[in-house]
Antibody
Framework: QVQLQESGPGLVKPSETLSLTCTVSGGSVTSYYWSWIRQPPGKGLEWIGYIYTSGSTNYNPSLKSRVTISVDTSKNQFSLKLTSVTAADTAVYYC???????????????WGQGTLVTVSS | SYELTQPPSVSVSPGQTASITCSGDKLGSKYACWYQQKPGQSPVVVIYQDNKRPSGIPERFSGSNSGNTATLTISGTQAMDEADYYCQAWDSSSAVFGGGTKLTVL
């Protein structure tokens, strides 16, 4: 059974870059889409973007200018970088696999346990 | 940008049927899925592709999607179903989540 685990700093200073890694165990990152989703404290879910193992990506238009998602198949990991962070980027960050059935049916399963990243000086 | 609208809260008595709606322009022409999130936990998909249940999800969870509205129905609601529920769909290759509905089992 595939499991995902986020890791990275829990505190980032304003204007700096948030960097997180998701380690996939119990399965391979190959031939799947992988995604990052975040949830500000007490608020709803926001999709950040996804990557395929070929390296092709797609990002939320509202974050596109600041986001980079990459994959390292040798380490069975994928990563998120978010630049120029502000307090508004404080959230629990989840990684998730993107499951699909055909071209238009896609859903996130499973999810990692999430990691809280606080942006503060 | 595409938006999905959910009621902030829904209340139901144990054993009764709970219905949570998700509205979006021509949502019925897209596939909708639903996630359950309990306090302090990660979301879990309970319905995908409008009406399909992943293995391990109880039969009391069902879904439908037509016109501008997708609906998650929980029949015979149990106390353990109290949680936040989020709908999600895709628009122009971007994932969109509804604002979430807090289901209270009174």
């Amino acid at each position: 059974q595939v499991q995902l685990q986020e890791s990275g700093p829990g505190l980032v200073k304003p204007s700096e870059t948030l960097s997180l890694t998701c380690t996939v165990s119990g399965g391979s990152v190959t031939s799947y889409y992988w995604s990052w989703i975040r949830q500000p404290p007490g608020k709803g879910l926001e999709w950040i973007g996804y990557i395929y193992t070929s390296g092709s990506t797609n990002y939320n238009p509202s974050l596109k200018s600041r986001v980079t998602i990459s994959v390292d198949t040798s380490k069975n990991q994928f990563s998120l970088k978010l630049t120029s962070v502000t307090a508004a980027d404080t959230a629990v960050y989840y990684c998730a696999r993107l499951e699909s059935s055909g071209s238009y049916s896609r859903w996130f399963d499973p999810w990692g346990q999430g990691t809280l990243v606080t942006v503060s000086s | 940008s595409y938006e999905l609208t959910q009621p902030p809260s829904v209340s139901v008595s144990p054993g009764q049927t709970a219905s949570i709606t998700c509205s979006g322009d021509k949502l019925g022409s897209k596939y909708a899925c639903w996630y359950q999130q309990k306090p302090g936990q990660s979301p879990v998909v309970v319905i995908y592709q409008d009406n399909k249940r992943p293995s391990g999800i109880p039969e009391r969870f069902s879904g439908s999607n037509s016109g501008n509205t997708a609906t998650l129905t929980i029949s015979g609601t149990q106390a353990m179903d109290e949680a936040d529920y989020y709908c999600q769909a895709w628009d122009s290759s971007s994932a969109v989540f509804g604002g979430g509905t807090k289901l209270t089992v009174l």
